[in-house]
Structure formats: structure tokens, C-alpha cells
């Protein structure tokens, strides 16, 4: 153990600093997706089919969004969606200390889309 421990301590972590090293994404990565919103026809197809239930949509409010912790990147809502108003987009989506909602709304710039944090759950550990 004592050889394990000063092999590790000498030498080059196996891992990069990402965000601030890009990713080295391989071919077809699914990454993330995200919404045209000039292209939405409020079908709830992609609400329907998401199989973590990861996305909402609000027709009054007009925005779709994505907890990108529940979201697997299946690509299940791109394939579903009559428009093709979602992409997968081959990046990840930056790392967060509290889980995200990407809110996407009709006035927004294309692809552009509004972060909200989400609480974190506390649970309780104890059976008392």
C-alpha cells in the first residue's frame, strides 16, 4: 500500500479539470438537449415520452424545462418531437453544486435559456 500511495502521490492525475479543460467528448455523444423555442407547437410530446420525467412544460407561462439531473440524454424527446424544435447538443452542460432547471421560453435568443437552481433535499437519517 505504502508503494501505491507514493506512485499516486508523484504522479499526474488521471483525470482533467473540466470545465476549465474541455472535454474530450467522443464521436456521437448524445451531451445534452436543448429547445428552439421559435419552433414549439405545445404538443407535450417530449413532456409525455421523457422517461425520467425530466422535463416540464408550462403552455401559459410558454417555457419547456429540463432538470439536468434527471435528464439521461436518451434523445427519447428529440425523436418524438414533430418540429424538431429539441437538439441534442454534443457539450456538457457545466458542473453546479445544486441541481439545475434549464428554463427555455418563447423571446429568448435561440438556444438561450435561463438557469434556476433547485433545493437541495435534506433527509433524515435517523429513524426518531
Partial sequence: MLRSTFRNLFSRPNTLRYPSVPADLPENNRGRVEWDMQKCTWCMLCYKNCPTHAIATDKAAQTQSVTRNRCIACGRCVEVCPTQT???????SKPAAEPEIHV??????????????????RYRTDEG
Avoid at 429539441?86 to 456538457?92: A, C, L, P
Avoid at 435561440?110 to 434556476?116: A, H, K, P, S, T
Fill in 86 to 92: 429539441i437538439y441534442m447538443r454534443e457539450q456538457y
Fill in 104 to 121: 427555455y421560453a418563447v423571446g429568448m435568443e435561440q438556444w438561450g435559456y435561463r438557469v434556476e437552481k433547485l433545493p437541495i433535499k
